[in-house]
């Protein structure tokens, strides 16, 4: 019965083939344009996981405060308000995982006959644990190495394609601001930071190094920046806190008195971009649906003047013993296949857009089955949806006045 039903929905459908292909018309946009937009929706949510998780998880960032002379302020970071002293107290606190002090700047380093400016960041062991980064090649520096001011360095892919080529750089000598470092190991690809900095364009090395053999210190024991890693992203809130009092304690900061740093929760930052990631995914998805709308209501638009065209069929059909339910089912198969029809064309044309806008503009596409089948399922119901009433109307009928009808 269903098969018959179904043979004759496509029979139907067939007599009248371009009205019907332009009434699919509708659903391939809908269903074409959803898929493209979530395509791209997840695309960007997944970069800015990949970006997220390259910087690292729970994490603050502590800077030094700002100079101010004849009332000109300087920018944060310009005072020598922290110190190591402060990150190791900071990494007695309850919960605190991790702690990098950092004192960071850029230097031109040579190796043989090729030279690059990059940027040489001088911290502790930590700061691999901190920032998530592991040695892919040799090995990293250690603590030892920190307290002898050790002239060794780990070296970001960027800066070893463009110093070394394609000769390995473990055991190499290189010269950073004409001193001799050896290279213990290659740090692994990182990426773009969150600031669209190539992160894997830098060079690690030991603190006290970096301060005595390359940047120099104005005042011993300081750091422009400390950075800090909880062991949990609950207890983010309750660390920052702890870490503002003991700093202010540390510091002698009166009551009432401006902190002469500033905590920022690098964390928060990351998951605002997240989820406004995720809300702009939600909203191209939401203006596409709309076309799966228009596209709804011109399958019942179609279908009213079907049932009108059909009405002599209908008497007939009811006359030989139809019942109300055959004609609705009727009406409903022959929606709902024009709806599903148009998905899957719409999403073919979806999935090669989306294909098509990765090759061409080089932005990040991910079609996923969970897209794929949203949209059949938004097809169908849509189908169901909007062409219900036409269908009921068609079943509805009085046998003699749509036998009558001319």
């Known amino acids: 019965m269903k098969l018959a039903m179904l043979a004759e929905a496509w029979r139907a459908m067939g007599a009248n083939r371009l009205r019907t292909l332009l009434t699919m018309l509708g659903m391939v946009i809908g269903v074409g344009a959803v898929v493209l ?46 110190t190591v002293a402060d990150a190791d107290a900071i990494a007695e606190l309850p919960g605190v995982a991790a702690v990098a002090p950092i004192h960071p700047g850029s230097a031109q380093v040579v190796y043989g006959p090729n030279n690059w400016n990059t940027a040489v960041i001088g911290s502790t062991p930590a700061y691999l644990d901190v920032r998530s980064w592991p040695v892919v090649s040799g090995q990293a520096f250690t603590a030892s190495d920190v307290r002898s001011a050790t002239r060794v360095a780990l070296i970001g892919q960027t800066a070893a394609e463009n110093l070394f080529g394609d000769e390995d750089p473990v055991g190499k000598t290189i010269r950073i601001q004409q001193s001799p470092f050896t290279v213990l190991g290659v740090l692994g690809l990182k990426g773009q930071g969150m600031d669209g900095r190539d992160q894997d364009d830098s060079i690690i090395t030991p603190l006290t190094t970096a301060q005595r053999s390359v940047f120099g210190a104005q005042f011993p024991g300081t750091v422009r920046m400390v950075m800090v890693q909880t062991t949990t ?32 929760n690098l964390t928060s930052v990351a998951d605002s971009a997240a989820e406004s990631t ?80 990765e090759w061409l503009t080089d932005t990040l596409v991910i079609i996923s089955a969970s897209s794929v089948l949203v949209a059949f399922g938004v097809a169908a119901t849509v189908g169901i949806f909007f062409g219900y009433y036409p269908a009921l109307k068609a079943a509805r009928m009085d046998p003699i006045e749509a036998l009558r009808y001319q």
């Open 278 to 357: 995720r809300v702009m995914s939600m909203l191209l998805g939401a203006i596409a649906s709309v076309s799966l709308l228009v596209g709804g209501i011109g399958i019942m638009n179609i279908m009213l003047v079907s049932v009108t065209e059909r009405t002599r069929e209908i008497g007939i059909r009811m006359a030989i013993g139809a019942r109300e339910r055959d004609i609705l089912l009727q009406f409903l198969l022959e929606a709902v296949i024009i709806s599903v029809a148009g998905c899957f064309i719409g999403l073919l044309l979806g999935i090669g857009c989306a294909l098509l806008t």
């Open 233 to 264: 992203q609950q207890i983010m809130p309750q660390i920052e806190k702890s870490m503002t009092a003991l700093l202010r304690q540390r510091h002698r900061t009166r009551e009432g008195q401006e902190s002469d740093f500033y905590l920022r």
């Open 37 to 82: 937009m979530m395509a791209i929706g997840q695309g960007a949510q997944y970069a800015i996981q990949q970006t997220i998780s390259a910087m690292g998880s729970n994490l603050f960032i502590l800077l030094s405060g700002h100079t101010a002379s004849s009332g000109v302020r300087s920018a944060s970071g310009s005072a020598h308000t922290l």
